[in-house]
């Protein structure tokens, strides 16, 4: 009977040292400012290593933890770590713990950027956007068709005739209902009896794009009825830039022939003297 009552005994004291030497607690964490939850959170003891990470809810639960007074470490991206020294004999609800954000505070944040607006798609997103009726071409498809001046580019635009290789005529009427702008100022025409400007004056390898406007809008001018161009040059590079072209051509009629017929000439032909070799 002895033996009986001392085994009950040293089972009781058994589960009694095991609840003391392993414990553990729940919390949550949330946002001093507006006690919203923090998920992610990490909270972990400063001296057994033990922690666990908040759940969707801000909750954690931290396991096996020796002894019922310790110190926490609750930290967060963005917000300041806290460190809690607690007595779990003394804590009869859920802890909960409160976090301040650690924000840095900046004179000001300037962000430079520049427009693309060379490209393809970039005139198209124009004309997507745009409430009035646009047509243009960029820098890109200018490149692709080997345009050499403005006007040879703007023969590529739909509704745009171009006579004498630089008079624009927008949707067949005639240059005085037209009106040209470069970089978004009026131009006049060097030829007192038309309006248009002559758009061979303009070379193609300082052009932006070239954009036709065929219907009103209030921030264009009103002077014109057939339609407005408007011509954008390049800006000024940042840093110092080389570019160089190469174009070659092939005939079959005449590249590359061994029959082909030639003439050696004279040696002198250099100083502009014929000699014996021209003779019939």
Known sequence: MQKKILLILLFFFSLTAYSQTNTSFSGKVIDTSNNEPLIGAFVTTLDGGKG????????????????????IKCSYIGYKDKIIKINLEELNDDLIIKMSPDGVVLDHVEVVARKISRSEASVVALQKKSSTIISGISRQQMSSAGASNAASALKKVTGVNVQEGKYVYVRGLSDRYGKTLLNGAIIPSLD?????????????NILENILVFKTFSPKLPGDFAGGLVDIKTIDFPDNFTLGFSIKAGYSPQSSLRPDFLTFEGGKLDFLGVPDRTYNI
């Open 52 to 71: 666990a990470a908040t759940d969707i809810d801000g909750n954690f639960v931290i396991n096996s933890l020796n002894g019922s007074q310790f110190e």
């Open 192 to 204: 007192p009896e038309r309006n248009t400007v002559q758009m061979d004056l303009f070379p193609g």
